[in-house]
Structures are given as structure tokens and as C-alpha cells.
């Protein structure tokens, strides 16, 4: 098992930017793909972009893409979610996750989700 902290939300006007960060302690960090997904008020939690545990593969949400970049630094045990051009529809608690690298799509994390989660870490993004 894996433990997960995110960091880095807060308030934003729209039209701005964030960067999220999710450190990983527990077990090889280059041994799981990462994901980031969010819940809204209101609503069910939803996938924003998920990475290969290489880095060399990365899936986005169509709400997302062109805005949103997922990155990882495996020497930092880091994954980061770069946000820009933000609406305020993506106001949400965004949580990282992780699950033990398997072959396939990315795609997949989509459906059904990651293994590992963090407690989350609210962005705010006001019109």
C-alpha cells in the first residue's frame, strides 16, 4: 500500500493557473501508474488524467484537455497536475490516486478507477 498527500489548491480566479502536487511514500513509486480525479459539490467523483508509471503515456478527460498536463518526477516519488485556462466547473476537491502499473490503456482508470487514494485538496476557482 501506498500513502498519497496532495497539495497546491486553493482559489483562483477563472482564467488562471495551479499546479497540484501528490507525493507518494510506502512503496516504489515507479511501480504504479498515477491518476488525478475530482468531485464537485453535488456530484460523483470523475477522472481528470491519468499517467504511465514511465511517464511516457498520459490520458485526459475531454473537460480537461489542451488545459490540464499531467507530470511525474519518479526521483521525487511526485506526481503534478497543471492546470490552466481554469472555469469555474472545475471547482472540486481534486484527489490523486495510484494503483500497481498493469498493461493496457490508460483509458481504462476512466471506467474504473485507481486502488490508492489521497484525502484530497480543494481547488476553487471564482468568476
Known amino acids: 500500500q501506498v500513502q498519497l498527500v496532495e497539495s497546491g489548491g486553493g482559489l483562483v480566479q477563472a482564467g488562471g493557473s495551479l499546479r497540484l502536487s501528490c507525493i507518494v511514500s510506502?512503496?516504489?513509486?515507479?511501480?504504479?501508474?498515477m491518476g488525478w480525479f475530482r468531485q464537485a459539490p453535488g456530484k460523483e467523483r470523475e477522472f481528470v488524467s491519468a499517467?504511465?508509471?514511465?511517464?511516457?503515456?498520459?490520458y485526459y478527460a475531454d473537460s480537461v484537455k489542451g488545459r490540464f498536463t499531467i507530470s511525474r518526477e519518479n526521483a521525487k516519488n511526485t506526481v503534478y497536475l497543471q492546470m490552466n485556462s481554469l472555469k469555474p466547473e472545475d471547482t472540486a476537491v481534486y484527489y490523486c490516486?495510484?494503483?500497481?502499473?498493469?498493461?493496457?490503456?490508460?483509458?481504462?482508470?476512466?471506467?474504473?478507477?485507481?486502488?490508492?487514494w489521497g484525502k484530497g485538496t480543494l481547488v476553487t476557482v471564482s468568476s
Open positions: 490516486a495510484a494503483t500497481p502499473r498493469r498493461l493496457g490503456s490508460l483509458s481504462y482508470y476512466s471506467r474504473s478507477g485507481m486502488d490508492c
Open positions: 510506502g512503496r516504489t513509486f515507479s511501480s504504479y501508474d
Open positions: 499517467i504511465k508509471w514511465s511517464g511516457g503515456s498520459t
